[in-house]
């Protein structure tokens, strides 16, 4: 059986663009999550209670927009609801 291809310099390029892709994507996924802790993270710090179902949902939220809508209701809210509301 013939090898020669996953040696070749286009199978190389192949390889290399998947690379960059996967880094980009953990790149994003460590953005979402990162944002979604500072959500948590203020939430507590403004005494808001977040039930675990809620804790889910921010926590597996991969939108980067929908997110930083969350952040930035974070610091006035009075209820988990102020926060994740579809305004």
Excluded: H, N
């Excluded at 980009?24 to 993270?41: D, F, N, P, T």
């Amino acid at each position: 059986m013939d090898l020669s291809f996953y040696k070749s310099p286009l199978s190389e390029e192949i390889r290399d663009e998947g690379r960059a892709e996967g880094r980009e994507e953990g790149r994003e996924e460590g953005r979402a999550e990162g944002i979604a802790r500072g959500v948590l993270l203020l939430l507590a710090q403004v005494g808001v209670d977040v039930p675990d179902e809620a804790r889910e949902r921010i926590m597996g939220c991969a939108d980067l927009d929908t997110l930083s809508r969350w952040l930035l209701r974070a610091p006035t809210a009075t209820s988990i609801e102020d926060v994740l509301a579809e305004k």
